[in-house]
C-alpha cells in the first residue's frame, strides 16, 4: 500500500525554537508539498518540489523553509517558531505527470507552538 | 489570483439522504482540474472525484456525482443514499494548467456529519 509518512502526529515547542517537520514517501514520486491547514481557511501550499534539491515558493512562505536532498524525503523546517505557526501541517506527494493526478498525503502534523 | 469558495462550514443529514455540498471558484484560465477531497477524523485526505474544465459531462465515482457548471464557475458534490462512513471534512480543490507540478487551491471545507 502506497504511503506518505510525516515523523510526529502531534507536536509541541516553545517560541523560538527550529522545529523539523519530516515527511518520507515509498511511491518514488517527483512531486512533494508542505500545506498548512487552519479553521476556515482550509489548506495553503507553504512550498512544493518537484524534484530533488528543486524547491517553489507556494501562497504562504513566510517563515518557512524547506529541504529536498533525497526523491523520497521533504522536510519543512521552521527557522524560530512562533505561535501564529501554530497549525495542523500535511505533507502530500504526486507522480509527475498530467495535472489531474492525485495527491496522496499524510496523516498530518498537530504542532502547537507554546 | 484563484480562490475556491465553501460556504457552508457545516452540514447534518440523516443516514440514506442524499447531500449536496457546494463550491465556486474563481479563475481566469479556461484550462484546469476540480477536484473534492475526503478527510475523516483519522486526518488521511482522501480523493473523492476530479473533473477536466474542457469535460462537459460531470464525473461520477459510485455514490458520488459533480454538478460541475463552467460558466458559472460552481462544482457541487453530490452523495446519494449516504453512510455513516461518509462523515469527514469535505474540501473542493481547483488545479490551473500550468507549467510544474499542480498547485491546488482549497476551499475552507465543509464538515459533514451523517446521523444515524
Known amino acids: 500500500d502506497v504511503k506518505v509518512t510525516q515523523s510526529s502526529r502531534y507536536l509541541v515547542k516553545r517560541t523560538g525554537e527550529k522545529v523539523f517537520l519530516e515527511c518520507v514517501q515509498d511511491m518514488d514520486h517527483e512531486n512533494m508539498f508542505w500545506y498548512r491547514q487552519d479553521p476556515g481557511l482550509g489548506l495553503r501550499l507553504i512550498y512544493f518540489?518537484?524534484?530533488?534539491?528543486?524547491?517553489e515558493k507556494g501562497d504562504i512562505p513566510e517563515g518557512y523553509s524547506v529541504s529536498r536532498e533525497k526523491k523520497e524525503r521533504f522536510s519543512l523546517i521552521l527557522e524560530s517558531a512562533s505561535t501564529n505557526q501554530t497549525s495542523m501541517y500535511l505533507c502530500?506527494?504526486?507522480?509527475?505527470?498530467?495535472?489531474?493526478?492525485?495527491?496522496?498525503f499524510g496523516s498530518g502534523t498537530q504542532l502547537s507552538v507554546l | 489570483a484563484q480562490t475556491v469558495t465553501q460556504s457552508q462550514p457545516e452540514m447534518s443529514v440523516q443516514e440514506a439522504e442524499t447531500v449536496t455540498l457546494s463550491c465556486t471558484y474563481d479563475t481566469s484560465e479556461n484550462n484546469y482540474y476540480l477536484f473534492w477531497y475526503k478527510q475523516p477524523p483519522s486526518r488521511q485526505m482522501i480523493l473523492v472525484i476530479r473533473?477536466?474544465?474542457?469535460?462537459?459531462q460531470n464525473a461520477t465515482e459510485n455514490r458520488f456525482s459533480v454538478n460541475f457548471q463552467k460558466a458559472a464557475k460552481s462544482f457541487s458534490l453530490k452523495i446519494s443514499d449516504s453512510q455513516l462512513g461518509d462523515t469527514a471534512m469535505y474540501f473542493c480543490?481547483?488545479?490551473?494548467?500550468?507549467?510544474?507540478?499542480?498547485?491546488?487551491?482549497f476551499g475552507q471545507g465543509t464538515r459533514l456529519t451523517i446521523n444515524p
Open positions: 473533473q477536466e474544465a474542457y469535460k462537459q
Open positions: 480543490a481547483f488545479t490551473p494548467l500550468i507549467q510544474g507540478a499542480q498547485k491546488l487551491v
Open positions: 502530500a506527494s504526486s507522480a509527475e505527470g498530467t495535472y489531474n493526478e492525485k495527491l496522496f
Open positions: 518540489s518537484y524534484d530533488v534539491k528543486m524547491k
